[in-house]
C-alpha cells in the first residue's frame, strides 16, 4: 500500500497526509510501513516451514536481495543470522 492510496482512500492530498503523519506518529509513512513489514517478517522468520524468499514476498518485496538488506538494516540481522539467533537453523 502506498501513501497516495492512503491519502485518496482518507480524502486528503498526499502531502498533506504525509505531514499530519509525521507529526502524529514521528515517523514518516514509508518507515512505519517498513517497521510493520519487518515485524511481520519476524513472525513469519519463527516459523522454519517458511522459506526466507517466501517470507520476503509474503511481506511484499518481490526483490529478495533488496528484502534482505532492509531487513539487515531494521534489525542488525540478516533473515538467516535471525533465525539462527532464534536456535532455528
Request: aromatic share 14%.
Amino acid at each position: 500500500i502506498t501513501l497516495e492510496e492512503v491519502a485518496k482512500y482518507i480524502g486528503f492530498n498526499p502531502s498533506y497526509f504525509s505531514q499530519l503523519f509525521k507529526h502524529s506518529t514521528n515517523e514518516t509513512f514509508v518507515q512505519f510501513r517498513t517497521r510493520i513489514r519487518m515485524e511481520k517478517a519476524k513472525r513469519l522468520l519463527e516459523n522454519p516451514s517458511n522459506r526466507i524468499t517466501d517470507v520476503s514476498a509474503a511481506i511484499g518485496y518481490a526483490d529478495h536481495p533488496y528484502f534482505t538488506k532492509v531487513f539487515k538494516k531494521q534489525t542488525g540481522y540478516l533473515p538467516s543470522e535471525y533465525r539462527q539467533k532464534l536456535g532455528i537453523d
